[in-house]
């Protein structure tokens, strides 16, 4: 009886040990099902430039269609710039006005033409004088020095007029081609000024680029953005994808296009094809680890579903089964 106790007690402990390692161990999975996870391309969207985030359209979760206005950013920088380009091509524009009219307003070319009758009717009397006096000189009644005196003034009093005339025509001609070609030019260069600012504020209203929705934010009104950081994730249907790990050994069975079954918990039956499948083994992801899978190198591999209508939650865990191709009959 003695010899037999260590006996008993060995197959006791045997069958305590496997039937720890029942409960431990669970059995292996088909070959023919992968786990996975569905997996999503967020577009992530921010501002082109830094400013503080002045109103939000959308919180996280909500629908959004192609074209809807998710947030707008301040802009009183910009608007102070488009004030102070506004002013400069009016200015730029009342300078070509100036410039393509009359260098005299027409009270000062009326001045002008009365300076010229007033040089008009001097040279009469110069004129005049010097005619008497060329009179007089031959009869004795009139020297040479009177002569010469009547002469001077008759001939300053041409000048006059002459210098008065060219003043008023002058004063009607406009300024200088060059001078309004520039004009023209600065006038181009403050409207080009004006609709660059305009872009700009235009820019920090930022759109939808695509059917989404709204996954996460990441500012509220108020805070400061920094250009290109973004403010929220938008996640466009087409976007999702079946993430799954195949062992090295049921790699070959895939290829870029292949069918494959989707199944989840309460999930109806999904379809979907391959298009991507990595050229580099890694370790299991944490995500799905077991037992079995614990320190397995493996292959992943991405899959889109037919219907990219099918709205899985993120991270949704998944089972993944190769359709076999059909054999032409």
């Known amino acids: 009886m003695k010899n037999r106790l260590p006996i008993v007690l060995a ?51 909500a629908q959004v269609t192609k074209g809807a206005a998710l947030f707008t ?12 380009a506004k002013a400069r091509l009016d200015q730029a524009e009342a300078n070509l006005n100036n410039l393509q009219a009359a260098l005299q307003r027409p009270e000062q070319i009326a001045v002008l ?17 010097f005619d008497r006096q060329q009179y007089l ?22 000048a006059s007029l002459a210098e008065a005339e060219r003043q008023v025509e002058a004063g009607l001609i406009p300024s ?19 609709e ?44 999702r994808k079946i993430r799954f790990y195949v062992p090295e050994p049921q790699l070959a069975r895939f290829t870029l296009g292949a069918k494959i079954a989707v199944a989840c918990d309460n999930c109806p039956a999904l379809d979907g094809r391959v298009i991507f499948i990595s050229q580099q083994a890694e370790f299991t992801p944490p995500v799905i680890f077991s037992l079995q899978e614990r320190g397995k190198l493996v292959f992943r591999i991405d899959a889109r579903l037919d219907n990219p209508a099918t709205l899985l939650p993120l991270g949704l865990p998944l089972t993944v089964r190769l359709v076999p191709p059909e054999t032409p009959k």
Do not use: C
Not at 74 to 80: E, K, N, S
């Open 113 to 129: 033409r009365a300076a010229v009758e007033r040089a008009k009717a001097a040279l009469v009397l110069s004129q005049t004088e």
């Open 11 to 61: 197959l006791v402990a045997l069958v305590i040990l496997g039937w720890a390692a029942s409960k431990v161990f669970a059995p292996a999975p088909p070959q023919d099902l992968f786990t996975g996870y569905v997996e999503g391309d967020l577009v992530q969207v921010g501002p082109i430039e830094g400013e503080r985030l002045k109103a939000l359209n959308f919180e996280p979760g």
């Open 73 to 84: 950013m301040a802009t009183p920088v910009l608007d102070q710039q488009r004030v102070e």
């Open 176 to 194: 200088r081609s060059q001078e309004i070609h520039a004009a023209e030019a600065e006038i181009n260069q403050a409207r080009a000024q004006m």
């Open 137 to 158: 000189l031959p009869r004795g009644a009139a020297t040479v020095a009177a002569r010469d005196q009547a002469k001077f003034a008759l001939d300053r009093d041409k």
């Open 196 to 239: 660059q600012i305009d872009v700009r504020i235009a820019r920090q209203t930022v759109y939808a680029p695509a059917d989404s929705i709204v996954q996460d934010v990441y500012f509220w009104p108020g805070e400061i953005v920094a250009a290109g950081q973004p403010i929220l994730a938008l996640l466009p249907p087409e976007n």
